[in-house]
């Protein structure tokens, strides 16, 4: 465990404040769920909660059939990191940190599908640059209370082609239907 050199005092409600440089660096923004841990020493852990993330094992079986349906690179994603990933890279895309304006998109509860012939595509991860990468792309948000905790993404290296109503339907089933898995 890395050492902050922070100490903070616990209120008379049991309250302790996590310093302002620690949330940033972790992402952790206000009203974020954290669970709280104790290990076998007394040391409290605090940990980022991902609902969609307790769903992982049967994330990553909902991507492969994703992918075997369609024939493209299926993700799912929670809100931080991509959880699950099949038809491509694991390597590429395995729990790495997504891209701000895929954050932004899932924030602003918004669907994407790409343009065929941008120049452009939708940075998945952090680690992508702008350059054209995916022919075509579709992504939706998973939504569960009203709350975004995810998103399901179809991308296609393939230059011809171009993601059709029938993606688009099965990115929002499946986005609906992990949602849904939340709401239980």
Do not use: W
């Not at 299926?74 to 790495?96: N, P, R």
Request: charged share 30%.
């Amino acid at each position: 465990m890395k050492a902050t050199g922070v100490v903070r005092r616990i209120d008379d409600l049991g309250r302790v404040v996590i310093p302002k440089e620690i949330r940033k660096t972790l992402r952790i923004k206000e009203g974020d769920p954290l669970e709280i841990f104790t290990d076998k020493e007394g040391e409290v852990i605090l940990k980022k909660y991902s609902p969609i993330g307790e769903l992982s094992e049967f994330a990553s079986g909902y991507a492969e059939t994703l992918s075997k349906t369609t024939g493209h690179i299926a993700c799912i994603t929670d809100k931080d990191t991509v959880i699950a990933v099949s038809g491509g890279s694991k390597k590429e895309f395995l729990e790495q940190n997504l891209s701000p304006e895929l954050e932004q998109l899932m924030e602003d509860k918004e669907i994407y599908t790409s343009n065929e012939n941008n120049d452009v595509s939708l940075p998945i991860t952090r680690n992508d640059n702008k350059e054209r990468r995916y022919n075509s792309q579709v992504v939706y948000p998973i939504i569960s209370d009203g709350d975004t905790i995810g998103s399901v993404v179809l991308l296609s290296k393939e230059v011809n082609t171009k993601m059709t109503d029938v993606e688009k339907k099965v990115a929002q089933s499946a986005a609906s239907f992990l949602g849904s898995q939340m709401e239980i």
